[in-house]
């Protein structure tokens, strides 16, 4: 049994220590909003927050968690009361096809959430594009910059 906590609930999986999270998440779970892309740590489409810290879940095995706190996109916000990162999103109308946009916006929530604990300089663009990495083949990258510095309050 590896024994963690999603979301603030804690939860108990009877899986191989090497399976990888976001399998957990998706089959073990059924918390289907982390999306799996190319499951070779490059496209961002699985991230979620490991202690607050964003990681790639298609990379981070099952018993690397144990004890620890993961929080998914279904954790970052809800309808009723949206993450500041979501409401930027919202407001910016920034998915196109919407495939990579879990991913993007625990990405950005992280980002978000460093800057305004004070451990960064205000964020700019060139620092919002340098830091998330995610990609996103519909190419919406200008409106996820641009949401982002939003939702740091820089603009
Ligand atoms: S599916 Fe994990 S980085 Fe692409
Ligand atoms: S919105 Fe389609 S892949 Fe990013």
Sequence with gaps: MIRFSVNGRDVEVD????????????EELGLRGTKFGCGIGQCGACTVHLDGRPQRSCMLAAGAVEGQQITTIEGLGTPEEPHVVQRAWLSHQ??????CQSGMQ???????????????EPLTDADVASTITNLCRCGCYQRIREAVLIAAGEV
Excluded: D, I, N, T
């Design 15 to 26: 899986v191989e220590a090497e399976m990888p999270l976001l399998w957990v998440l998706r």
């Design 94 to 99: 920034v998915p196109q096809c919407g495939y």
């Design 106 to 120: 625990m990405a950005a929530a992280a980002l978000v959430q460093e800057q305004q604990s004070g451990a960064r």
